[in-house]
């Protein structure tokens, strides 16, 4: 698939079907994801690739809008290591890119995908640093669920030149 073709049609994708996602799929996604880019080259991300059902279906109690992680053979935690990039806020960007990076990915291998964020919202970030044990050091940014789509869905129009602006506003 073209990279402006993978950009255009990727969509969220909510239902998925019950086939697991090949371990080599798994690594070429991370793999994807680790290609991002990153302020001041620091690759501050740090991932947790949730397989276990007892783990993916209790993801719903602790974020009000995964309930598709029911359906998911996958999900993916990005979290940002604050050890690799001290500045918050750069961790967020960092992983958001990977986050892209891994949807993007996701799409060309015919898998779905659906970004499900976690930072800055406190209420959200406590209880994933509480399930998944995470270190003082490592903040939960993003979750993606993963897997063969069981939906479709249309291609919006998004360009709006409306929103483009030369040399000043």
């Not at 309930?67 to 996958?74: F, I, T």
């Not at 959200?124 to 940014?141: A, H, T």
């Not at 709006?160 to 040399?167: M, V």
Request: aromatic share 10%; charged share 25%; proline share 7%.
């Amino acid at each position: 698939m073209e990279t402006l073709e993978a950009i255009r049609t990727r969509r969220s994708i909510r239902k998925f079907k019950s086939s697991p996602v090949p371990d080599e799929l798994v690594n070429k996604l991370l793999e994807a994801a680790m290609y991002a880019p990153s302020a001041r080259d620091t690759q501050s991300w740090q991932f947790i690739v949730v397989t276990e059902k007892e783990i993916l279906h209790k993801i719903p109690g602790i974020h009000p809008y995964a309930k598709m992680v029911y359906e998911a053979p996958l999900a993916v935690l990005i979290c940002g290591d604050t050890f690799l990039e001290s500045i918050v806020e750069y961790n967020a960007v960092n992983c958001s890119a990977a986050t892209q990076n891994l949807l993007l990915a996701a799409h060309d291998f015919g898998l779905g995908g659906v970004w499900l964020g976690i930072y800055p919202r406190m209420e959200r970030m406590k209880p994933f640093v509480q399930m998944f044990d995470l270190p003082e050091n490592i903040i939960p940014i993003s979750l993606v669920a993963v897997g063969y789509p069981d939906e479709t869905r249309d291609t919006p129009a998004r360009f709006k030149k409306s929103r483009i602006h030369l040399n000043k506003w």
